[in-house]
């Protein structure tokens, strides 16, 4: 939109269209904005805010305008800025520049608004000076507004501007001024609504001019700073120029009325619906020199050294001077010239605003001090608090910078940095407070033999702090203080923050065998790299390899699979060896064999044969199939070995039908025995055990490898003391053939 508008000027000004014989130019700085308003350097581009505002250009009567120098217009026809249709709601900052050669002449037969500006709206002006001439001369009934800075406000704040344009509202021959025909006239602003008139004066002459044929009606409106004042603040203003209201009639005809109405006021003309005057003065002289044919009644004529007339409205410590010639005091008090001109008199008007008023040499009226911009910097990091909103030239003023949450206040743009700060207004200034953002450290606390965690560091102020934990071997994350159990988490940080990781110790598993090619032990259950938690549980399991077995552990379990409860480091080995098996057989009615089973090579197994009943006239255990009639005995094994035990009767031998032939041998060869009914007790024993028997018996006992260990022979009792023996099981053989198995614990 503004890129076609500028294109759009820009052909415009090809076409030679011009402000008077000054051509409008476009800005060279500024977009505009609060931060960076739009820079006017050249008269030129005061045209051009002129033509853009009162086209109704989008944006452009919003917007923020600075002078950056002073501007002479050269007495070039000037429209203004803003009228009735298309308002200047912007602000426009003059930075006490002066514009000069301003010069209005308007015969316009519409309602016009008419000064510097024409009519401004939610607007600001500040610190302006306009040098020149402003003239109506009417030629029809209509309402003309018209001041030096602007026609006519609202809602708006005018702030130390000043006049020094002379300023004339008048008709031509009878026609002027006539019915509902009005004139707001004022030094500063012709009418203001709900608006602020602030440190502003008028240094010219004003003057309304009128003439009625004695049936109409007109009404004239004129003060040194503002003509007509509706709900508006005026402070710290002074008129120090003549202002004069001049209506006469010239046709005397007693059938009307002349309804004409003239209100001049050194301040203000008329003042009404909660108007407040303050710390005002009027210097000038106030003349109304209206006149009314002989016959014809004429409206009171007002002219007051503040205030033509006022209605619900507030004077506060005003003055005017003796002199004045005013026929009517409208609020403020008569003071002579010489008290004008005294500090006691300066003093009093500053009761509002130390420091607003100065006396600049001896035999002088009051003028208005110097007042400095000083551009107060904002910030979304902090704002700037100042003890004054008018920088007049050596006031103190208080600075405090306050951060917004998360920031610090760090300097000013000085390099000073004291908060708050005092300083002195000596001149145009911009002030801004410098904030830095916190810095706030993440302290992790931990044990770093147990683990580690990233993330801790400086952050600003709002940053995710993102923390990441993680444990060595052997340990495992537990918790962050606060029973957090996840080993990362983030947060938005706010201030120094200090955590603690907690690691707890795991437990090593592991496992090891006698000779890995012989088998090899799983572990399951452990995780991290071989470690559990305590109180977990691991399962071992033995896998021998071909041609070995599984043993026992080192600690003699034989479990295996085996669950273990880690409370500590825990190792088991595995024990494998290369093993035989020794099968053992016998006829289930007449007797078994116990020794058998796996062996390691080499080791030495134990075989006892026992009768299962014996039968009347023989004895039971006969042989080993191999011939061998040991009982118990002991063999090496070296290989898978199959031995059966061979019980007789009388006449026949029988021997496991699946792995022996049947035999028969010659019994006669064999002493017969007959069974003794041996008695042991107590059995299982703890010491003594006592054997007995009705007739003599010899006995011989054995431990479970076949060794003797005692002998005894021919008697009915035998007191055997196993106390000497550890725990285990034993073998006692009597001399009927028959072995007895006995328990010590």
Known sequence: ????????????????????????????????????????????????????????????????????????????????????????????????????????????????????????????????????????????????????????????????????CEISVKGENNTMFSLEDMAYVGGICGYAVNSEIFFCHNSNTLSTESSTNGSTESTLIIGGICGHANNTKIKCCYNDKKITVKSSQSNNNPLYLNKATHYAGGICGYAEKMTEINSCYNAGSIQNNSTAASGNIMNPKLAGGICGYQNKSLIVNASFIKDAGCSSTQGGAEVDASIMKTDAFVQMLNMSNPLAFVLEGNNTFPSLNKIYDIHIGTSSEGEISVSATDFFKGKEITLTATPVVGFHFLKWNDENT?????????????????????????????????????????????????????????????????????????????????????????????????????????????????????????????????????????????????????????????????????????????????????????????????????????????????????????????????????????????????????????????????????????NPTISYVNVSASEFFSYILTDARGVVLRREDENTSFLIDMSEYADGVYFITTSDGRTHKIVKN
Request: aromatic share 10%; glycine share 8%; with cysteine.
């Open 1 to 164: 939109m503004r890129k076609t508008f500028f294109i759009i000027i820009a052909l415009t000004l090809m076409t030679h269209i011009a402000y008077a014989d000054i051509s409008i130019e476009l800005f060279s700085k500024g977009d505009g904005s609060a931060t960076s308003p739009y820079i006017i350097e050249k008269a030129s581009q005061l045209m051009f805010m002129s033509f853009v505002v009162n086209s109704g250009t989008p944006g452009y009567d919003t917007a923020h305008y600075k002078l950056a120098t002073d501007i002479n217009l050269e007495n070039e026809l000037w429209n203004g800025i803003g009228t009735i249709t298309n308002s200047f709601k912007g602000h426009f900052d003059g930075d006490n520049h002066t514009i000069s050669n301003l010069r209005i002449a308007n015969n316009s037969s519409e309602t016009i608004c008419i000064g510097l500006f024409g009519q401004i709206d939610n607007a600001f002006v500040k610190n302006i000076t306009i040098k020149g001439s402003v003239s109506i001369n009417k030629n029809s009934s209509v309402q003309d507004y018209c001041g030096g800075i602007c026609g006519q406000a609202k809602n708006s704040l005018i702030y130390n501007c000043h006049n020094e």
């Open 418 to 682: 004291d908060n708050p700060r005092q300083i002195t207004v000596t001149k145009n200034d911009s002030i801004i407070a410098v904030f830095e953002i916190n810095r706030h450290s993440v302290y992790v606390d931990f044990n770093g033999d147990m683990g580690s965690v990233s993330g801790a560091a400086e952050y600003n102020y709002g940053d995710t702090v993102s923390l990441m934990a993680k444990a060595n071997i052997g340990y495992k994350f537990a918790n962050w203080n606060g029973g957090i159990p996840a080993d990362s988490i983030g947060f938005i940080i706010e201030n120094d923050t200090t955590i603690t990781a907690n690691f707890d110790k795991l437990y090593k598993v592991s496992a090891a065998t006698s000779d890995s090619a012989k088998g090899l032990v799983a572990i399951a259950g452990p995780d991290n790299n071989g470690f559990c938690e305590k109180d977990s549980v691991a399962s071992f399991t033995a896998n021998a390899k071909e041609g070995f077995r599984f043993v026992k552990w080192t600690d003699g379990d034989t479990t295996n699979p085996r669950a273990v409860s880690i409370t500590s480091d825990t190792t088991l080995n595995a024990y494998f060896a290369k093993c035989h098996t020794v099968t053992t057989l016998s006829d289930n009615d007449w007797g078994h064999v116990e020794g058998g089973g796996i062996y390691e090579h080499d080791s030495t197994a134990l075989l006892l044969a026992v009768a299962s009943q014996w039968v009347t006239g023989g004895f039971g255990f006969l042989k080993w199939n191999d011939g061998n009639r040991e009982n118990p005995r002991r063999i090496t094994v070296t290989k898978d070995t199959l031995l059966a035990a061979i019980f007789t009767t009388h006449d026949t031998v029988y021997v496991h039908d699946t792995l022996y032939i049947h035999d028969t041998i010659n019994v006669t060869s064999v002493t017969s025995k007959q069974a003794i009914d041996v008695s042991i007790y107590p």
